[in-house]
């Protein structure tokens, strides 16, 4: 009884050792159960329970209600569990396994039940298939209730308040969980007997708390007691395993415990985990299915409970997700990816999102990060048990590990056969037997079989890349049972059949979408200062009919889809009629999700809002408003109460359907670009800017954010760069932007240049100085590195449409370093035809990627898309050396350009410059110098070591090569990006290096371990 606990605990803290034998003992059994549960291993589980109860011991004065020993007891070992495998993250050998053991390797004098053993063998392992079919056919709430109420005697109501939902509620999956399970009741009584106790645990765990004692208690107050039965709860949090005394013979213990994952009951955020925004009676829970809006104090947890997960966080390490699934040679990561798909669990208890570096599983009522699985995921879904998440990188994933097959409770990866391939759209089967998944360019469907692990690859030969070659953009895809869609640029929609794997039909509707203006202009008027209204160029793409999003409803009778002609259109794919088309966003459609069951439609645009839609009549519901940036991913709770909404802002916001509210939870630091990166005064502190113009702050000490500013425009931001201090950010934006992340580098479609370079301080977000002028050229957004500081902070340098300005911060002036005649200047020269596109073939040619101030400030070294490098006198402008002539101009009026300047360095004493293109790098200013061997194709970004003897680069597959420079050899490759390395900067002290990525996340490596 929890008095008991009380008043055993209030004895170990007065010094009684013999008190906590008797905790240990009442309580060994259950920790011991839940790590051999969760760990797989029998000997690994011994030592987490030994490790559990000494970190308890030691722990236990800080235990503010000791009537809840037991539950603080139980998120101590699940801690414990769970840092073991994310550290560990090792297949290790299922328990149902050893029913294969030979058993005549076991000392058969070693047991006096051995006999007995023997003789109920077969009545146990005929037991333990019975439950293990059983259990699989429940759903994990169900699997809850049915575990709480036999095993633990728990009344509804009880659970009810244990849990945190309604009485009602627990009556319905109770009550469904026993239509199930009808007749096989009794086994599962009788499989709980076979579950015993190593009967020298507690004296190994007592010999080690004699050489520990706690600190005595801070107050003499008595303790109050706690209503709910200890050893019941305990019971039913820990123990869930079910089998015969085989496994207890082969390691030699007198129970047995089978841990088959199709058994697991997850509880350890439920009740723990309650640190909530909203308040007690107004929140809606997202799993529930109780009318929201309505009060739900009497089934919420214990108002104190956040103070209780505080004692527990100690023992939390593993909380920490900057420390998840990290590189050996890395120490921490900020930002989890940026999100590309978005799925509750079936029973709506979870959310998992498939992010760029991986999938994250979330507790869907508080936010908080329960696991990661790593692999960049484009495709994501549930089993219809909940047991596995299938996930898959699609077809624009660097370092995805093509389809991948998680245990959603253990986080352990299955092992496929053959590896299949990488999937663009995913589909379990009713019967969760089959994964059906479409390939990364629709040209196969391959069906897994979960049980064997076995997959079977049909190609589609009419979407071979021999009848269908040029292919060169994404295609939506949607995936159902029986067939799959795909969207074209040219607005039309085709359903295929999976089985016969041939084209069923072809939809139009997007083909009549209204043509937008399309701008011819090269940007005549951007030579000017302050070019005149009319003559502002907006870009935009040219294609507005393209179909970017496609979903199909539950039932697989309806097709919806969204492209760019702002439109959502719903099709009956019985019939192939269209049966609707909904007209409300000012933006291009791109995410769309149905309801559970059918009766709505979500979809998400680039206009920054969800608008929800009757399936049925058409009408419209709701504009739900709130995120910064564009709608990417959508999706329903199970109830169909509750929308979660993913933006490239990084966040994830939850909705009531029935209202349109803005619920209090939200998930954070999905950013999908960090741009740039900068210590910020010291090397304990990084400034990060993202492609939206947030400043974040990090904390390397904690791993933690510590703060942040948003800088205008909030669209896009074209470039920008830090100073050498981190205390100052110059930048450019765009505004009116469509960003759209399809492939391995982002692109802005449709925007239209901010033409305002801004100088902010980093710390307050303030404004320092503005200057006009029109910031990159014809490719725009895509030259993230024209503009660089000078190594004393005071000067910026950028490119703009066929110059280099040099800008003076201190002094305001500026100077501007012509590359090509000015295209109005050109006009009056009467230009033919041939000598307009020659002039424009050599803007192109010369339009400046990259720029690079020497380590003394005095120079200047630009980098063009033809393959030009250019030294200048950084005070006056003049040319003082073409270290590489580049391409020549092209004799047709197209040009292609052949190996663009990507990245520029400097060696610390300026002796070396490192030139890094689409082809090669090269090291200029040392003839000595030996040539780097072997270097792959696609850099991105540069940087020297503090010592000058290493050089780093930065690639396009999201790799860091370190090259030493003394013999030309590759030392190491660094692999934790999964897209492009945009940013590669060293501490002030040279012990730590930190990179950035466009797939979102900070890297931050420890150098010396790097090189070892």
């Known amino acids: 009884m929890k008095n008991d606990d009380v008043q055993l605990i209030q004895r170990v803290l007065e010094g009684d050792d013999d008190a906590f034998s008797v905790l240990v003992r009442k309580y060994q059994k259950q920790v011991h159960a839940l790590a051999w549960r969760k760990i797989g291993d029998f000997h690994t589980a011994e030592e987490i329970t030994q490790d559990t109860f000494l970190n308890a011991y030691k722990k236990l004065p800080t235990l503010k209600e000791p009537q809840r020993f037991d539950s603080w007891l139980y998120v101590i070992a699940a801690n414990r569990c769970s840092s073991w495998l994310r550290k560990k993250r090792v297949w ?153 005394q085989q496994h207890a013979l082969r390691f030699q213990q007198p129970y047995s415990f089978e841990a088959a994952s199709e058994m697991t009951v997850e509880l350890i955020e439920t009740p723990l985990v309650l640190n909530h925004i909203s308040k007690p009676d107004t929140r809606t829970q997202i799993g529930d299915t109780k009318t929201p809006g309505r009060s739900r104090k009497s089934e919420q947890p214990p108002d104190d409970a956040p103070a209780f997960v505080a004692e527990a966080h100690a023992d939390a390490l593993v909380d920490d997700y900057t420390k998840w699934e990290l590189p050996k040679e890395a120490k921490a990561r900020f930002g989890k990816g940026g999100i590309n798909a978005i799925q509750f669990s079936p029973d709506g208890t979870q959310i998992a999102v498939g ?210 002609d702002k439109t959502v259109r719903l099709w009956d794919t019985a019939t192939n009629n269209e049966l609707a088309t909904l007209q409300k966003h000012t933006g291009w459609t791109n995410a769309l999700a149905f309801s559970p069951d059918g009766k709505m439609l979500a979809s998400g645009s680039t206009d920054k809002t969800v608008q929800l839609w009757d399936t049925a009549t058409g009408a419209h519901l709701a504009t739900l408003t709130g995120h910064a940036n564009n709608i990417v991913a959508l999706a329903f709770s199970p109830n169909g109460r509750t929308l979660a909404s993913g933006s490239i802002d990084g966040t994830i916001r939850f909705w009531n359907t029935e209202t349109g509210d803005l619920l209090p939870l939200n998930i954070m630091e999905h950013t999908e670009w960090v741009k740039a990166v900068s210590f910020f005064k010291d090397s304990s502190t990084l400034a990060s800017v993202a492609f939206n113009g947030v400043i974040t702050f990090w904390d390397l000490k904690t791993s933690q954010k510590t703060g942040g500013q948003t800088i205008d425009p909030w669209d896009f931001l074209m470039t920008s760069a830090f100073s050498p201090d981190g205390t100052k950010l110059v930048s450019t934006g765009a505004k009116f932007a469509t960003f759209l992340n399809i492939g391995p580098n982002k692109i802005a479609p449709t925007w239209e240049p901010d033409r305002l370079v801004r100088l902010t301080d980093v710390h307050t977000g303030h404004e320092l100085a503005t200057l006009t002028k029109t910031v990159g050229g014809l490719g725009g957004v895509q030259q993230k590195g024209g503009m660089t500081f000078s190594p004393d902070g005071k000067m910026v340098a950028f490119y703009g449409v066929g110059k280099i300005h040099v800008w003076h911060t201190e002094r305001g002036d500026t100077f501007t370093i012509p590359l090509v005649e000015s295209l109005n200047d050109a006009m009056d020269h009467f230009l033919s035809d041939a000598e307009f596109h020659q002039h424009t073939m050599t803007r192109l040619l010369d339009e400046v990627r990259v720029l690079m101030f020497s380590p003394d400030g005095k120079k200047l070294v630009s980098g063009t898309g033809g393959g030009k490098v250019q030294m200048w006198d950084a005070e006056t402008g003049t040319a003082l050396a073409p270290f590489l002539a580049g391409q020549d101009l092209p004799s047709t009026f197209t040009v292609a350009l052949k190996d663009p300047i990507t990245a520029l360095s400097f060696s610390s004493n300026g002796t070396l410059l490192a030139v890094g293109s689409e082809e090669k790098i090269r090291l200029l200013g040392n003839s000595k110098q030996p040539r780097l061997k072997d270097v792959p194709r696609g850099t991105q970004s540069l940087v020297f070591s503090p010592d000058d003897t290493v050089l780093v680069t930065g690639l396009r ?44 996340t900070i890297l931050v490596w420890d150098w010396e371990e790097a090189v070892k």
């Open 92 to 244: 290790t050998q299922p328990l149902e396994k050893l029913e294969e053991t030979d058993n005549t390797h076991v000392q058969t004098g070693t047991y006096s039940g051995y006999v007995a053993a023997e003789n109920e063998r077969t009545t146990a392992e005929a037991q333990r298939d019975v439950v293990k079919k059983l259990l699989a056919r429940l759903q994990e709430s169900e699997r809850t209730v049915i575990t709480l109420h036999y095993f633990g005697e728990m009344s509804c109501t009880e659970i009810g308040t244990f849990l945190g939902v309604s009485t009602n509620t627990i009556k319905s999956r109770l009550r469904r969980a026993q239509q199930r399970l009808k007749k096989e009741e009794p086994m599962i009584r009788e499989a709980l007997d076979n579950f015993k106790i190593t009967p020298n645990l507690t004296d190994n765990i007592m010999q080690e708390v004699a050489r520990i004692k706690p600190a005595a208690p801070s107050g003499g107050k008595p303790f109050a007691p706690w209503t709910i039965a200890a050893s019941t709860i305990a019971v039913v949090l820990l123990m869930f395993g079910f089998g015969n």
């Open 957 to 1000: 597959n999201g790799g860091i090569e370190l090259w030493d420079l003394a013999t030309g050899e590759k030392i190491t490759t660094l692999n934790g990006h999964t897209q492009p390395v945009e940013t590669l900067v060293f501490s002030p002290d040279a012990k730590t290096l930190v990179s950035t990525g466009q797939d979102g």
């Open 355 to 564: 992010s760029n570096i991986g999938v994250w599983l979330y507790d869907a009522e508080t936010g908080k990060e329960i696991n990661m699985f790593p692999g960049m995921c484009q495709a994501i879904a549930f089993s219809p048990d909940g047991q596995f998440i299938a996930s898959s990188s699609g077809k624009f994933g660097f370092h995805g590990e093509g389809l991948q097959l998680w245990e959603t409770a253990t986080g352990q990866k299955a092992a496929l056969i053959d590896g299949p391939p990488a999937a663009s759209a995913l589909h379990f089967s009713e019967d969760r037997k089959t994964l059906l998944s479409l390939g990364n360019w629709g040209e196969l469907i391959s069906q897994l079989d979960i049980e064997t692990k076995q997959a079977n690859v049909k190609n589609i030969d009419d979407r071979s890349f021999e009848k269908m070659p040029r292919r060169y953009s994404p295609e939506p895809y949607a995936l159902t049972a029986d067939k799959f869609a795909v969207g074209g640029q040219n607005g039309k929609i085709q359903l295929w059949d999976t089985m016969t794997r041939k084209k069923l039909a072809t939809l139009n509707g997007h083909t009549a979408g209204s043509q937008e203006q399309i701008q011819e202009q090269l940007l005549f008027a951007a030579d000017e200062e302050t070019p005149p209204e009319e003559d502002q160029v907006r870009f935009v793409d040219g294609n507005p009919f393209n179909v970017l999003t496609l979903a199909f409803s539950p039932d697989g009778t309806r097709l919806a889809s969204g492209g760019k």
